[in-house]
């Protein structure tokens, strides 16, 4: 594998891969965008480029560098994440990385450390960070990988180059299902449009379960009613009895909300992500305002931040959906 064969993201991989060639490279990296789009691949990829034996300012992937890193256990290479059990990256392993930077390279190279997600690196981890990021010893680089740089230290983020990374296109991701996965084109044209742009979405999907949660999801969805909040409770009580599905839930009432303020300003459904529910989408764009719809989405944003930072499943979904039934006409 190499740069080439990473999918999407041109301009954000040549712009990475001049500066391997030229020796231009950053002390210090901070990866945005949403989840499961390749930030991580992109990440060891341009640390593979940085230790490959063939030193073109790509990787090979099958040197014995690009395989120690894609396995984990290069010496010169360290992945920072939350440990087993854990919900933050703690100021101990931010230490250990520290410490660990400031000695030779084992390959009298470069020395890389990748933190991911860097969002759960608690206060006292990011401050510690900054010390590093201030005075970077020679021959290191450090990667932040992040959804949303908006829970980062402003000190932290002004001294890492930003790289944004977007949702992919949907073409290249049912092309991504149809020609690597084996996914039929109906199926993959379906699997991109709910994955929205996500490619590790896409590939972990499965599009029977998802039909099924959706018809379960838009069916509490309308079965809010204004001054009848029993409806809300049932539904919050349901979701968070699993770790996963609130997520899930959230990600898909954003797709909802979006489709219907689109579908409401132009009356267009070939970008809509749940185009094949358009019945449901035109009887329901007309319950509602502009305004009202981007509340929602706002909400649902809000709520998906809130469960990621551990707070109440219960009661963040809850409020939101009581907030839905609140708007509803």
């Not at 400031?102 to 960070?129: E, W």
């Not at 990667?143 to 908006?150: K, Q, R, V, Y």
């Not at 707070?311 to 979904?317: E, H, K, T």
Request: glycine share 6%.
């Amino acid at each position: 594998m190499s740069f080439s064969q990473i999918i999407g993201h041109e301009k954000q991989l040549q712009a990475l891969h001049l500066s391997v060639v030229n020796e231009r490279l950053h002390h210090a990296y901070l990866f945005v965008g949403p989840e499961g789009i390749g930030k991580r691949t992109i990440a060891l990829g341009l640390a593979k480029a940085i230790h490959c034996a063939h030193k073109t300012g790509d990787f090979c992937g099958q040197c014995v560098d690009c395989a120690r890193i894609q396995d984990g256990n290069h010496p010169d290479v360290r992945l920072i994440e939350p440990q087993a059990g854990k919900k933050e990256i703690s100021i101990q392993q931010i230490r250990e990385i520290e410490k660990n930077l400031n000695l030779r390279a084992f390959s009298g190279g470069t020395k890389i450390a990748i933190v991911d997600p860097a969002t759960l690196m608690n206060l006292p981890a990011q401050n510690a960070l900054l010390k590093t990021l201030e005075e970077p010893p020679r021959n290191c680089l450090l990667i932040l990988i992040a959804g949303n740089a908006g829970t980062l230290l402003p000190t932290l983020r002004s001294r890492c180059l930003r790289l944004s990374f977007g949702p992919l296109r949907r073409e290249l991701l049912a092309d991504f299902l149809t020609a690597r996965k084996g996914v039929n084109k109906e199926e993959a044209d379906f699997l991109a449009a709910m994955a929205m742009g996500s490619i590790g979405a896409a590939a972990k999907m499965d599009s029977d379960e998802l039909r099924e949660n959706r018809r379960t999801w838009i069916d509490w969805l309308a079965s809010l009613r204004p001054g009848d909040y029993r409806a809300a409770i049932n539904a919050a009580d349901a979701l968070a009895s699993d770790r996963d599905e609130p997520l899930k839930f959230l990600d898909w009432v954003e797709s909802w909300y979006r489709d219907l303020l689109i579908y409401t300003m132009t009356r267009d459904s070939r970008e809509l992500i749940n185009r094949d529910l358009l019945p449901r989408l035109e009887d329901e764009s007309t319950r509602g305002t502009l305004e009202r719809m981007l509340f929602c989405i706002g909400e649902t944003t809000k709520a998906g931040a809130r469960i990621q930072r551990n707070l109440n499943r219960r009661m963040v979904l809850e409020d939101l959906l009581f907030k839905i039934t609140a708007g509803r006409q």
